[in-house]
């Protein structure tokens, strides 16, 4: 008897979060500054269509570990 499911290796896009994608899209904008240049979250924000919000609450010191 054959399995009905199929074993899935391909990646696809769906599989990731959309605050994982936000996050990406965050962190390729701040790797293609250059080095030492500052980028302000409402550009990133408005370059890469991520809310302002996310990541505001993502760049808050609160949120890094105390070993950072």
Same mark, same amino acid.
């Given at each position: 008897?054959?399995?009905?499911?199929? $074993?899935?290796?391909?990646?696809? @896009?769906?599989?990731?979060? /959309?605050?994982?994608?936000? =996050?990406? *899209?965050?962190?390729? $904008?701040?790797?293609?500054?250059? @080095?030492?240049?500052?980028? /302000?979250?409402?550009?990133? =924000?408005? *370059?890469?269509?991520?809310?302002?919000?996310?990541?505001?609450?993502?760049?808050?010191?609160?949120?890094?570990p105390a070993s950072w």
């Amino acid at each position: 008897m054959a399995s009905r499911f199929r $074993a899935c290796n391909a990646w696809h @896009p769906a599989m990731i979060a /959309q605050k994982s994608k936000y =996050a990406l *899209r965050a962190l390729l $904008a701040l790797a293609r500054a250059g @080095p030492g240049e500052t980028v /302000q979250i409402g550009t990133i =924000a408005a *370059r890469e269509a991520i809310p302002k919000k996310f990541l505001e609450q993502s760049c808050s010191t609160s949120n890094m570990p105390a070993s950072w």
